[in-house]
């Protein structure tokens, strides 16, 4: 990827990505926000939880170490084009549109909850919520603590990178985004983190009220549930659930 700044991301920008999502030929659909209190969940918060779905089906793959060599190989050697899977400002006005969903729902949250990988996912939805002039929202990035880059880089003030390993596979890539740095950086309030027995915790708990969540699409979910984010009493906290990605045959291996 060029050289992209944060100053790039303008509302402008994503609202047009936006538009172009919403006009897709392949079908995106509007996820719904369901207020807490209209499912089954066994929990008993003392905040106004709304929890947003993304797209359920949506399959990844994070880049490891070792695929990076690779293409960077043949972005060298072979002038072939890589489209980064969440260091790209394409990508991360695209997920911006997720952000401007909440808006619409909610259009002033108190708080919003976030999975975190490489950072493209928070970046957007952070970057659309306070372009949108929501300056007093608090936005939350969540890391399983095995897999923790953003929450490093924040510490260290520079994306970073780590020998990443969690059940959250989708959370746990090589090195954090430098777009997605400097965006969180400006936007997000903080990276918390959160370990597996909680994600795995959370898995089965989403999965008992019929969502089905992989693990790395309940870690928002995870740390609200074991009070990770800080002052909820009374809130309206929006929490992100992202990705479906886990067979029944894969859920033996959670909690009962």
């Known amino acids: ?78 002038a072939m084009t890589f489209l980064h899977s969440y260091d790209d400002l394409d990508l991360i006005a695209g997920h911006a549109s997720l952000g401007l969903e909440v808006l619409e729902g ?22 659309a919520i306070k372009l949108s002039g929501c300056d007093g929202t608090r936005i939350y990035g969540v890391e399983p603590d095995g897999a923790c880059t953003m929450y490093r880089s924040f510490i260290e003030k520079k994306p970073v990178g780590m020998e990443a390993e969690s059940i959250a596979s989708g959370l746990a890539p090589p090195f954090a985004g430098t777009l997605p740095f400097e965006l969180c950086q400006r936007y997000v309030e903080g990276i918390v983190l959160i370990n597996d027995d909680e994600i795995k915790a959370a898995v089965s708990t989403l999965y008992r009220s019929g969502l089905v969540v992989e693990p790395s699409g309940c870690a928002a979910f995870a740390a609200i549930v074991n009070d990770k984010i800080p002052e909820l009493e009374g809130k309206t906290v929006v929490c992100i659930l992202s990705g479906g990605n886990i067979g029944k045959d894969e859920l033996v291996n959670f909690p009962g």
């Open 106 to 127: 909610i259009p002033k949250p108190d708080v919003v909850v976030v999975c975190c990988g490489g950072g493209g996912l928070l970046a957007g939805v952070a970057a």
């Open 1 to 78: 990827m060029g050289e992209v700044s944060a100053d790039s991301v303008t509302l402008d920008l994503l609202r047009d990505a936006w538009e172009t999502v919403r006009s897709s030929p392949l079908g995106v659909i509007n996820t719904p926000m369901i207020p807490w209190c209209q499912t089954t969940l066994p929990l008993h918060l003392r905040c106004n939880v709304h929890i947003k779905l993304e797209n359920m089906q949506r399959t990844e793959q994070v880049p490891t170490s070792c695929l990076m060599n690779v293409v960077n190989r043949c972005v060298q050697e072979d």
